[in-house]
């Protein structure tokens, strides 16, 4: 099972080609080859399944070992068998060794996000762009192909983040002759939804003419043909466009003009157009997908849905008619009119504006107070007055009431015979003695329980006064019983109640001159029918010949008891390492030791 939990996580951890976003897919299928990833992982499917087999088959073969050594060779076989399998992966798990490696060092690029891809002929100002305007630290040198992979770096506009990603450079050549890192771009752009920033070096630095970089825009415009992109011209702090040929200006601007797009200057040395260059690509692509659906835009994201909303700005709702019912807008005639109403008093807008204005004026809480007179409302209340609190004389009988208060509560405590001073201990002593009362209470509980649970259940016998008043229900006299039990219970203590009872029936028909079997058949019968304790039950009366019998069988345990042998269902080993196995030079392999007939171990 450890084989098979292995190969099960391998297969699981790996992604899944068709269960991937189709960016992740293409660049997979241009890094490692899709198809030899999908046999590679086949060949791991294959090999689980072959050592399951191999498992079941020498399991159901382990029922037929007539020892532990044939069992222990069953095992060695199966092992081997296995091993043999698996020496097969060995380039398998290589190849997939290098897959994860691959894997791990992948970008962590979101293809849901608002990002802009920078596209151009190597050594036009790629990465030297993605160190501007990010804080991604993507190495830069004056040859082509530095950049052998995509980055990824993050920006803030418009208080959201947005995603760059620095592309690799790309020849113009057909697609058959693209290497592995011009296919990443390739894939960048065909599944993407970016905004693509085209770069055409004009100081032709780069060692690409801009006829031929035009060319090459051309040429790969119809894989983001609907997607939202700039031209931007690099290294004008090298060449103007204006020191441009006439030629060369205009086939520039036919380009942006054809493609409906904007050709804006750029230098990554002076960092003149860096910011504007960002700015307006941000711009056009945020047009750009709030015309498309956002659930296709974010894959399902509440984070990314809440910053589309949030980018689109206010929404404003128009209800659509439900029905053919005019509903004409109401509106209060003073509103149209355009005279205010008379209030009678005057508006807080322009009290405010009387007592000093915002900030100086405040709202008057005195306009709701409910006193006798209302020309009380606006008095300025002092807080001292006589050198006394003003608020301790508001009610000129609180004192009075407080006394009233006071006495009330004595007379009540009085009543119930409680003193103030003790009120507080009695009530603690109450408490405490109420909690003692309970816990005792819960041990004696627990004790009981206890009792009754380790209490032996005895057999139920009947003492005398129940035997005498069942011999006067039938008649029967009871002299006999009661002078033959205090007899016999001096004599033999272990004597059982039943045999003193049989015996007092003998006795007394005996005596009667009646017939002893029919009145014992008629008390067995009625001492059948009460019930008796299950747990000692009925002990089965042996013949003679059993007795015998049991008496050779104990015999017969008690002498093997200490002469037991041990045998192959026992757990433990006696010979830890048998010398036919450990003896000699020759390894575990060279010789065969199925031939040997082992001993048969008999058991008692």
Known sequence: MCIRDRFSNVLEDFPKLDDIHPFFADLLNVVVDKDHYKLALGHINTT???????????????????????????????????????RKLKNTLKYLEEVRGYLARMPAIDPYTRTLLVCGFPNVGKSSFMNNVTHANVEVHSYPFTTQSLYVGHTDHLNVRWQVIDSPGILDHPLEQRNTIEMQTITGLAHLKACILWFID??????????????????????????????????????????LSEEEQASLRALAEEESTFMLPLSNKSGEGVFDVKARACEILLEYRLEQNPDKLTGGSKALKSEEAFLKGIFIAYPKQRDDK????QVPEGIVSGEKPQLGRPTLKELQEQHGGA?????????????????WKYDQVPEIMDGKNIFDFVDKDILQHL????????????????????????????????????????????????????????????????????????????????????????KRRGRDLDEVIHEAIDN?????GGDSTATRKKFDKKMRSLSRSRSK?????????????????????????????????????????????????RGIGTVSYTHLTLPTIYSV
């Open 359 to 375: 900030g100086v004026f405040n709202f008057p809480v005195q306009e709701h107070f409910i006193l006798e007179n209302d020309d």
């Open 48 to 86: 689980r399944m072959m050592i399951d087999k191999v498992a079941k088959d020498y399991v159901r073969l382990l029922k037929y070992g007539d020892s532990l050594y044939r069992c222990k060779m069953l095992k060695r076989a199966a092992l081997g068998r296995m091993m043999t399998i698996l």
């Open 537 to 585: 039950g009925y002990k089965k009366e042996l013949t003679p010949r059993e007795q015998d019998m049991d008496r050779l069988r104990k015999k017969i345990q008690k002498e093997f008891r200490h002469t037991e042998r041990a045998t192959e269902a026992d757990r433990s080993i006696p010979v830890k390492m048998p010398k036919h196995l450990f003896s000699g030079k």
């Open 403 to 490: 006394e009233a208060l006071e006495r009330e509560e004595e007379m009540l405590l009085r009543e119930q015979g409680v003193d103030m001073e003790d009120e507080a201990e009695l009530l603690d002593k109450d408490y405490e003695l109420a909690y003692q009362q309970i816990k005792s209470k819960r041990a004696q509980l627990k004790l009981e329980h206890k009792m009754k649970r380790h209490r032996t259940a005895f057999p139920k016998r009947k003492d005398l006064e129940e035997v005498k008043e069942g011999f006067e229900e039938k008649g029967l006299p009871v002299e006999a019983v009661e002078q033959r039990f205090s007899s016999n219970v001096r």
């Open 326 to 329: 005019e509903r004409p807008p």
């Open 508 to 512: 007394m028909d005996i005596e009667d």
């Open 202 to 243: 004009i100081s032709e630095e780069c060692g690409y003419s801009i006829p031929a970089q035009i060319n090459l825009y051309k040429t790969i415009r119809p894989l983001f043909a609907k997607k939202p992109h700039v031209i931007v011209l690099t290294k004008v702090d090298l060449k103007r466009f204006e020191d």
